[in-house]
C-alpha cells in the first residue's frame, strides 16, 4: 500500500499570509496527486489533481506543485474562508489519503 | 441541480448488514466513475470503492469480501452492501463521482452530504 504522510499537521496562520503544506508518499506516484478541502460537517472539496492542475471555480490563490514522492499546496493570500482541513490523496494505485493537515487562525 | 444525495445510513450490531444508497440529479450514473469514501468520525479519509463506466468493481482489502457496490440505471442509484459489519466500520460514507474528462476514477469532483453508520451493540 501507499503511505501519504502530510505535514504539519495543524498550521496556524493569519488572514493574508501564505502558507504551504507538505504531502510525502511512500513510493513515487508520477504525477497522480490531488488536494482536497474539508470544512466542519461538510463533505470535501475538489480543489486540485494532477499535482497541480486546479479544478474550475477554484480560486487562483491555490496552487500545487510537486511529484514523485514530493508535493505542496500553497495557498497564496489567505482568505477568511480558507479556514479548513486539506487532505491530500494518491491515485496511482486504487487510492489513499493523508491524515490531513488543519489550517488553524493563529 | 447536479447533486449526490446518500440515505440508508444507521445504527447497526455488529455482524449486521445495511445497505447505503446514493441517488444522483443532473447525471447519469452508469456514464461515470463512482466511489464510496469512508471518514471516521474526527479522523481521515478512506477510500472504499469504486465502479467504473464499464461495471468494473474494486475494493479497499478492509472491505473486499464484505462490501459490494452497484448501481441501478433506471434509479441513477448507486448502492453499498455492507455485510458482516465491524465496529471498525463505523464513519461517515460519502458517495463521489469521478473525473471523466481523461479518465481519472479516482479524482473525485462531486461528493455527497453523507451518512453516519455507526456500529455498536
Known amino acids: 500500500d501507499i503511505q501519504m504522510t502530510q505535514s504539519p499537521s495543524t498550521l496556524p496562520a493569519s488572514v493574508g499570509d501564505r502558507v504551504t503544506i507538505t504531502c510525502r508518499a511512500s513510493q513515487s506516484i508520477s504525477s497522480w496527486l490531488a488536494w482536497y478541502q474539508q470544512k466542519p460537517g461538510k463533505a470535501p472539496k475538489l480543489l486540485i489533481y494532477k499535482a497541480s492542475n486546479l479544478e474550475s471555480g477554484v480560486p487562483s490563490r491555490f496552487s500545487g506543485s510537486g511529484s514523485g514522492t514530493e508535493f505542496t499546496l500553497s495557498i497564496s493570500s489567505l482568505q477568511p474562508d480558507d479556514f479548513a482541513t486539506y487532505y491530500c490523496?494518491?491515485?496511482?494505485?486504487?487510492?489513499?489519503f493523508g491524515q490531513g493537515t488543519k489550517l488553524d487562525i493563529k | 441541480d447536479v447533486q449526490l444525495v446518500e440515505t440508508g445510513g444507521g445504527l447497526i450490531q455488529p455482524g449486521g448488514s445495511l445497505r447505503l444508497s446514493c441517488a444522483a440529479s443532473g447525471f447519469a450514473v452508469s456514464s461515470n466513475y463512482m466511489s464510496w469514501v469512508r471518514q471516521d468520525p474526527g479522523k481521515g479519509l478512506q477510500w472504499v470503492s469504486v465502479?467504473?463506466?464499464?461495471?468494473?468493481?474494486y475494493y479497499a482489502d478492509s472491505v473486499k469480501g464484505r462490501f459490494t457496490i452497484s448501481r441501478d440505471k433506471s434509479k441513477n442509484t448507486l448502492y453499498l452492501q455492507m455485510n458482516s459489519l465491524r465496529a471498525e466500520d463505523t464513519a461517515v460514507y460519502y458517495c463521489?463521482?469521478?473525473?471523466?474528462?481523461?479518465?481519472?476514477?479516482?479524482?473525485?469532483?462531486?461528493w455527497g452530504q453523507g451518512a453516519l453508520v455507526t456500529v455498536s451493540s
Open positions: 490523496q494518491q491515485y496511482l494505485n486504487y487510492s489513499t
Open positions: 465502479i467504473y463506466t464499464g461495471g468494473s468493481t
Open positions: 463521489a463521482r469521478g473525473l471523466l474528462t481523461g479518465g481519472f476514477p479516482w479524482v473525485l469532483t462531486l
